[in-house]
């Protein structure tokens, strides 16, 4: 899954590598085995791909079909393209990814959180587009990869994440919360989990307070993750009932079609426990061609649909398909991408993903 490294790198460094550093300094790691052999707490479930909307599936009430989403000019790609006026790979990159809609994440590096957040929806707002933002400081962050190490400290998370919400205020935005802090639990105490949970309940409690126009998801992992029945427990506990629904493969590279299939399930799961059925979002960043079992900086991966409301949803597709990992970030010092460190922008990677090689 997505993994944020500890040490942030200054746009200086990036630019004496030939990159460009962004604000989602992620890359993404499956646990190195699966969770039900890494700790015995937890089974995967592996998803057999499914069509996306089946042809009975009834239409649902989605997200506005008028929607469309913000591109951040300072991004990683458009901050490339603005550096690299004569690299050869500037028109492809800025016609492919640059001036496409991606998320903005924020955690530790981002300041005081307040007004850097309502800085971003306010550019958008002035655009009359639509904000895609991640909150990523919840304690003990990435506990399974270590890669995306650190967060804020428990003492700190709700001071944080309030101002978080804040920041947003009364406006438009979208907003997944905390990635991959439900499917750590394999690699976490129960105490810990316990902890976290009730984190991302107040969390949760807060957007729907201050934020009551965000469409705000809760992060649930995804399909080669925990199981439909372990996930659909944990989104309960954590607030799911607050916010707009969940979101699904972030940063990684899962077909739309198998987290469909995995998001009937969790929902189904849901039902069983008494609590409604919600509608989801899938990262499709960069599952243009599936997951090969890597995930960091693989080869042969590729660019999936571009951030878009799905104007015709049912209760078996998305609500919406986003560029949550913004495409050519590097996941760390690894695969096509060795030397470049995570969440700097690699004009290698974005060419592969573009060319889906």
Known sequence: MKRRTTV????????????????SLVGHAEPAAPAAAVAGKTSVTTVAPAAEAAPAAAAVKGLPKTMTFYADPKSGPATWVAQNAGDSRKATIKAKLSSKPSAKWFGNWSGSIKPAVNTYVSAAAKKKKTPILVAYNIPGRDACGGHSSGGTAVSEYRTWIKSFANGVGKRRALVVLEPDSLADFQCMSTADATTRTKLLSYATEQFKKSA???????DAGNSNWAS??????????????????????????????????????????????GA??????????????GSNGEWCNPAGRKLGAVSQVNKKPTAKTPEARLW???????DGNCGIASGTAAGVFDPQIAVSLIKGQ
């Open 8 to 23: 942030i790198i200054s746009a200086a460094t990036a630019l004496a590598i030939g990159g460009a550093v962004t604000q």
């Open 212 to 218: 009551p126009n965000a469409y705000v998801y809760l």
């Open 228 to 273: 439909a029945q372990d996930m659909s427990g944990r989104l309960v506990k954590a607030g799911l009932k607050n916010v707009r629904g969940f979101s699904l493969n972030v940063s990684n590279y899962r077909t739309t079609a198998q987290e469909n299939a995995y998001a009937a399930k969790v929902n189904a799961e849901l039902r069983k426990r």
């Open 276 to 289: 409604k059925a919600k509608p989801y979002v899938v990262d499709t960043s960069r599952n243009g061609n």
């Open 324 to 330: 949550i990992k913004t495409p050519g970030e590097s």
